[in-house]
């Protein structure tokens, strides 16, 4: 099992950065491909950016490409995304989620709320 907290959240100006953080506590975090999710109110949850177990590799949304990139670090437990060149329409909540590689197993954070306005 795997606890999550999402930290770096706030507001910022349109154009502006944050860096969000993840620390996961719990079974071995190289065993977990992790993501980036967001939600603003009335949509869906989204997919903003996965990274697999070993780092190797990474997938964003077509609409953070180029602005937002997912890294971790597995000596730490971390996972983060930084994300650059800020827009209004990226404001949502974000969550973190692991999946197992192995147990194929979902877990979440709690969410940080990113909000995007002048």
């Known amino acids: 099992q795997v606890q999550l907290v999402e930290s770096g959240g706030g507001l910022v100006q349109p154009g502006g950065s944050l860096r969000l953080s993840c620390a996961a506590s719990?079974?071995?975090?190289?065993?977990?491909?992790m993501g980036w999710y967001r939600q603003a109110p009335g949509n869906q949850r989204e997919l903003v950016a996965l990274?697999?177990?070993?780092?190797?590799?990474?997938n964003y949304a077509d609409s953070v490409k180029g602005r937002f990139t997912i890294s971790r670090d597995n000596a730490k437990n971390m996972v983060y995304l930084q994300m650059n060149s800020l827009k209004p329409e990226d404001a949502a909540v974000y969550y973190c989620?692991?999946?197992?590689?192995?147990?194929?197993?979902?877990?979440w954070g709690q969410g940080t709320q990113v909000t995007v306005s002048s």
């Open positions: 719990g079974s071995a975090f190289r065993l977990y491909d």
């Open positions: 990274i697999t177990s070993g780092g190797g590799s990474t």
């Open positions: 989620n692991a999946r197992g590689i192995v147990s194929g197993r979902y877990y």
